[in-house]
Protein backbone atom coordinates (compact mmCIF):
# COMPACT_ATOMS: atom_id res chain seq x y z
CA UNK A 1 0.00 0.00 0.00
CA UNK A 2 1.27 3.70 -0.90
CA UNK A 3 1.98 5.94 1.80
CA UNK A 4 -0.82 8.64 -0.06
CA UNK A 5 -3.51 5.39 0.27
CA UNK A 6 -2.17 4.72 3.98
CA UNK A 7 -2.61 8.65 4.69
CA UNK A 8 -6.23 8.90 3.09
CA UNK A 9 -7.00 5.46 4.93
CA UNK A 10 -5.85 7.76 8.09
CA UNK A 11 -8.16 10.71 7.29
CA UNK A 12 -10.99 9.18 6.45
CA UNK A 13 -11.01 8.45 10.44
CA UNK A 14 -11.87 11.52 10.75
CA UNK A 15 -15.69 11.11 8.50
CA UNK A 16 -18.19 10.03 10.88
CA UNK A 17 -21.27 7.99 9.94
CA UNK A 18 -24.02 10.57 11.72
CA UNK A 19 -26.16 7.69 12.26
CA UNK A 20 -23.63 5.41 14.05
CA UNK A 21 -21.01 7.96 15.78
CA UNK A 22 -18.44 5.63 14.04
CA UNK A 23 -15.81 6.50 11.33
CA UNK A 24 -16.47 5.05 7.94
CA UNK A 25 -13.48 2.61 8.02
CA UNK A 26 -14.17 1.30 11.56
CA UNK A 27 -18.01 1.31 10.04
CA UNK A 28 -16.70 -1.18 6.87
CA UNK A 29 -18.02 1.71 4.56
CA UNK A 30 -15.14 2.21 2.59
CA UNK A 31 -14.44 -1.09 0.57
CA UNK A 32 -11.76 -0.06 -1.60
CA UNK A 33 -9.32 2.58 -1.55
CA UNK A 34 -6.31 2.78 -3.85
CA UNK A 35 -4.42 5.31 -6.33
CA UNK A 36 -4.70 4.73 -9.88
CA UNK A 37 -3.12 6.52 -12.80
CA UNK A 38 -2.76 9.53 -10.72
CA UNK A 39 -6.54 9.95 -9.24
CA UNK A 40 -6.78 8.65 -5.58
CA UNK A 41 -10.13 5.61 -6.40
CA UNK A 42 -12.57 5.46 -3.31
CA UNK A 43 -15.28 2.82 -3.68
CA UNK A 44 -17.44 2.91 -0.68
CA UNK A 45 -21.25 2.00 0.53
CA UNK A 46 -23.80 3.15 2.72
CA UNK A 47 -26.12 1.55 5.19
CA UNK A 48 -28.86 1.41 3.01
CA UNK A 49 -29.30 2.36 -0.29
CA UNK A 50 -31.81 4.73 1.17
CA UNK A 51 -29.50 6.48 3.75
CA UNK A 52 -30.37 10.00 3.98
CA UNK A 53 -26.64 10.68 4.98
CA UNK A 54 -25.50 9.36 1.80
CA UNK A 55 -24.75 12.76 -0.14
CA UNK A 56 -22.93 13.76 2.92
CA UNK A 57 -20.25 11.38 3.81
CA UNK A 58 -19.87 10.99 -0.11
CA UNK A 59 -18.97 15.26 0.22
CA UNK A 60 -17.13 14.56 3.30
CA UNK A 61 -15.10 11.96 1.55
CA UNK A 62 -14.04 14.13 -0.73
CA UNK A 63 -13.55 16.83 0.90
CA UNK A 64 -11.50 15.46 3.37
CA UNK A 65 -9.01 13.46 0.56
CA UNK A 66 -8.92 16.58 -1.86
CA UNK A 67 -6.30 18.02 1.35
CA UNK A 68 -4.18 15.19 0.10
CA UNK A 69 -4.29 14.61 -3.36
CA UNK A 70 -5.66 16.78 -6.41
CA UNK A 71 -7.59 13.96 -7.81
CA UNK A 72 -10.42 12.24 -5.72
CA UNK A 73 -12.93 9.91 -7.35
CA UNK A 74 -15.99 8.18 -4.94
CA UNK A 75 -17.87 5.29 -6.26
CA UNK A 76 -20.50 4.65 -4.28
CA UNK A 77 -22.11 0.61 -4.93
CA UNK A 78 -23.96 -1.56 -2.91
CA UNK A 79 -22.63 -4.60 -3.70
CA UNK A 80 -22.31 -6.69 -1.44
CA UNK A 81 -24.70 -4.20 0.86
CA UNK A 82 -23.28 -3.34 4.03
CA UNK A 83 -24.42 -5.36 7.00
CA UNK A 84 -22.86 -4.69 10.83
CA UNK A 85 -20.79 -7.81 10.44
CA UNK A 86 -18.31 -5.30 8.33
CA UNK A 87 -17.84 -3.25 11.00
CA UNK A 88 -14.45 -3.58 11.92
CA UNK A 89 -13.22 -5.44 15.34
CA UNK A 90 -11.83 -1.62 16.73
CA UNK A 91 -15.17 -0.35 15.68
CA UNK A 92 -16.98 -2.86 17.89
CA UNK A 93 -15.01 -2.06 20.69
CA UNK A 94 -15.60 1.67 20.15
CA UNK A 95 -19.42 0.70 20.18
CA UNK A 96 -19.21 -1.57 22.89
CA UNK A 97 -19.78 -4.67 21.59
Not at 61 to 71: F, G, K, R, S, Y
Not at 77 to 91: A, H, L, S, V
Request: hydrophobic share 40%; aromatic share 4%; with cysteine.
Amino acid sequence: MSDIVDQARDALRQVIDPEAGLNIIDMGLVYDLREEEGVLKVTMTFTTEACPAGPMLVASVEETLCALHPNVEVEVTFDPPWTPEMITPEGRGLLGR
